[in-house]
């Protein structure tokens, strides 16, 4: 499925996230600080994300498909060959994109955001063990609020990390990477989304469980995104399922999960920390939750930064 959406969508529905106890930006840094290492069970490389499945890659080896879908990125960012790059990850994780890109392009250099310093740690330890410390920089910050300079980037992206921005439309966002970007630079976001105004009873308990779990406020919606992004200054927003790419690295869970746990709660005695608890919980809830083909949907929208900065609606 490949859906390139017009330009003014003022007709799509204008939706709000289900009521709930809101999530807090503390809740989201308690979160990824308390379980900043049960990471590495999925991935050793901390790719924190689902994996991109294509002809010719081992179902069955998950980090494979991690880095495969870093590689999606950069190949959506469009990049010219062996011109030197600036681009910037919003919302990095431990930054296993950015290490990735800036492996496979000499000429890449990259600034990723976070506000968990103890992702940023884990980083710098990676980095450095792959020989890349002096093209990755690793900023502390609110990625709503970078303070980078403007108009200086190449490119952006977010792997799972926007829908942590409040808001369906997480406009705040979509603000600070319209500020970021070069005219003709693009962003990526490859993310949760959720199709429709009122999911269904099932699919809308399930949702907020799972974003209450992994401390996000709510996926965002996806034409109040997309028309975030029209109204920030993009232009060429395309929208493409990834559904049936990331079931592959999806049907991991059950079995990764089922163990960590078992192994987990057998070393703490029974006892983990709220978070961690709620970690395992997410954890099953995205597959569940990916089931619900009407009210939710995997998916990479792109976007280019018009050459006519507009102003914010």
């Known amino acids: 499925m490949n859906d390139t959406l017009p330009q003014g969508l003022s007709s799509l529905p204008r939706t709000a996230a289900p009521s709930h106890a809101a999530i807090t930006?503390?809740?989201?840094?308690d979160y990824f600080t308390e379980v900043a290492d049960d990471y590495r069970a999925w991935s050793p490389g901390y790719n924190m994300h689902f994996g991109f499945w294509r002809a010719g890659l081992n179902p069955f080896r998950r980090e494979a498909m991690l880095v495969e879908?870093?590689?999606?990125?950069?190949?959506?960012?469009?990049?010219?060959?062996?011109?030197p790059a600036?681009?910037?990850?919003?919302?990095?994780?431990?930054?296993a994109t950015a290490r990735t890109l800036a492996a496979e392009h000499p000429t890449l250099y990259a600034v990723t955001v976070t506000n968990v310093p103890v992702q940023n740690a884990i980083a710098a330890r990676l980095d450095a063990g792959a020989g890349l410390a002096d093209r990755v920089a690793h900023l502390e910050?609110?990625?709503?609020?970078?303070?980078?300079p403007t108009a200086e980037a190449d490119g952006a992206w977010a792997v799972e990390s926007a829908c942590y921005a409040n808001g369906s439309a997480k406009a705040d966002f979509v603000a600070e990477a319209a500020r970021l970007l070069k005219p003709g630079a693009r962003l990526v976001v490859i993310d949760g989304f959720l199709l429709r105004e009122r999911p269904g009873r099932i699919a809308g308990w399930l949702h907020r469980l799972w974003a209450d779990?992994?401390?996000?406020?709510?996926?965002?919606?996806?034409?109040?995104?997309?028309?975030?992004?029209?109204?920030?200054?993009?232009?060429q927003v395309e929208v493409k399922s990834l559904r049936w790419r990331v079931a592959p690295s999806a049907l991991h869970i059950p079995v990764l999960a089922t163990r960590f746990t078992i192994a987990e709660l057998w070393k703490a005695r029974g006892r983990l920390s709220p978070w961690r608890r709620k970690h395992i919980v997410a954890s099953y809830c995205s597959l569940a939750l990916g089931l619900f083909w009407r009210d939710f949907d995997y998916c990479m929208v792109?976007?280019?930064?018009?050459?006519?900065?507009?102003?914010?609606a």
């Open 86 to 95: 600036c681009v910037v990850d919003l919302g990095c994780g431990a930054g």
């Open 141 to 148: 910050a609110d990625y709503t609020r970078t303070g980078l």
């Open 69 to 83: 879908m870093n590689r999606t990125v950069g190949r959506a960012l469009q990049l010219q060959p062996q011109q």
């Open 25 to 29: 930006p503390g809740d989201t840094q």
């Open 213 to 235: 779990s992994w401390a996000v406020p709510t996926l965002a919606v996806r034409g109040d995104f997309v028309a975030a992004l029209q109204r920030h200054g993009f232009g």
């Open 302 to 312: 792109t976007a280019v930064r018009d050459a006519q900065r507009a102003e914010p």
